[in-house]
T-cell receptor
Framework: GDSVTQTEGQVTVSESKSLIINCTYSATSIGYPNLFWYVRYPGEGLQLLLK?????QKGSSRGFEATYNKEATSFHLQKASVQESDSAVYYCALSPTGGYKVVFGSGTRLLVSP | NAGVIQTPRHKVTGKGQEATLWCEPISGHSAVFWYRQTIVQGLEFLTYFRNQAPIDDSGMPKERFSAQMPNQSHSTLKIQSTQPQDSAVYLC????????????FGPGTRLTVL
């Protein structure tokens, strides 16, 4: 079946430094999957950060970017300069082409130190 | 717009008791999803309704778990004879339509089975 792998359980970054959170995926369904980054801020519900449904495209939101790399089957999340308010848990996810069932990675907790 | 509402936010049951979790989707959304989050398994899809009809319950445990959507304004997830391994955060999400439309998540219900 489909799966998403996030290798880092927690990442600590100093404020104003750059960030990369790794995500790779495996999709067995026909066609290229839709890819997502969700975020859960402390005390809040899970919310969509960005999505990309076309291979090769880049999605961006709130200063975060992720590029859909179908050759490497990766969808890494990057930000050039993090802020303390970015501290949250980030989930990489996919759904099959035209599908609804979202498969989530294990999540990466980002701690931004002042 | 109040977002997806889930009640209760926390529920504690004794082993063997029944638990019913409620979800009120965003008004106008035709798709409702249930997910379960545990430390071991992460976020897992349970079931999906579209226009109140059950579409996919492939993630639901075959025994003791059932979900219904009696009207467009709420869905319930019922667990009979709860077991300690049912302890988890249960998330409800809704979207305007199925497919890869953005899913909006509720805050979740934390179920603890003693």
């Amino acid at each position: 079946g489909d799966s998403v792998t996030q290798t880092e359980g927690q990442v600590t970054v100093s404020e104003s430094k750059s960030l990369i959170i790794n995500c790779t995926y495996s999709a067995t369904s026909i066609g290229y999957p839709n890819l997502f980054w969700y975020v859960r801020y402390p005390g809040e519900g899970l919310q969509l950060l960005l999505k990309v449904i076309t291979a090769g495209q880049k999605g961006s939101s709130r200063g975060f970017e992720a590029t859909y790399n179908k050759e490497a089957t990766s969808f890494h999340l990057q930000k050039a300069s993090v802020q303390e308010s970015d501290s949250a848990v980030y989930y990489c996810a996919l759904s099959p082409t035209g599908g609804y069932k979202v498969v989530f990675g294990s999540g990466t907790r980002l701690l931004v130190s002042p | 717009n109040a977002g997806v509402i889930q009640t209760p936010r926390h529920k504690v049951t004794g082993k063997g008791q029944e638990a019913t979790l409620w979800c009120e989707p965003i008004s106008g959304h035709s798709a409702v999803f249930w997910y379960r989050q545990t430390i071991v398994q992460g976020l897992e899809f349970l079931t999906y309704f579209r226009n109140q009809a059950p579409i996919d319950d492939s993630g639901m445990p075959k025994e003791r778990f059932s979900a219904q959507m009696p009207n467009q304004s709420h869905s319930t997830l019922k667990i009979q004879s709860t077991q300690p391994q049912d302890s988890a955060v249960y998330l409800c999400a809704s979207s305007l339509e199925g497919g890869y439309a953005e899913q909006f998540f509720g805050p979740g219900t934390r179920l603890t089975v003693l």
